[in-house]
């Protein structure tokens, strides 16, 4: 669904690492996998990064993690916020999925 023109869309984009970009092009990832992690970038778009049950890091709270499958059975996902919350206009890729 396209945003009206002049319009940003809601939520953040969530741009991957070169290290899960080459996790979903090997044709060995089970689809489970692939989906959860698919899955994850959506959760970080649609909540600018606060995903539900994804815990942040003492010493750098704009690193999150978040479990992938239920119950983080799949594993976990490591992502940064790199925009400010407060500011209207994030960054390009204001979340960056880095690690599974």
Do not use: N
């Amino acid at each position: 669904m396209s945003e009206p023109h002049g319009q940003e869309p809601e939520g953040w984009p969530c741009e991957l690492s070169e290290e899960v970009d080459a996790l979903l092009a090997d044709l060995s990832l089970p689809g489970e996998v692939f989906g959860a992690i698919i899955a994850a970038t959506v959760q970080i778009k649609e909540t600018r990064g606060m995903v539900p049950g994804s815990t942040a890091s003492a010493k750098w709270p704009q690193q999150r993690r978040m479990p992938l499958g239920r119950d983080g059975v799949l594993g976990v996902a490591e992502y940064v916020i790199v925009a400010d919350p407060a500011i209207h206009r994030p960054h390009p890729h204001p979340a960056v999925l880095t690690r599974r």
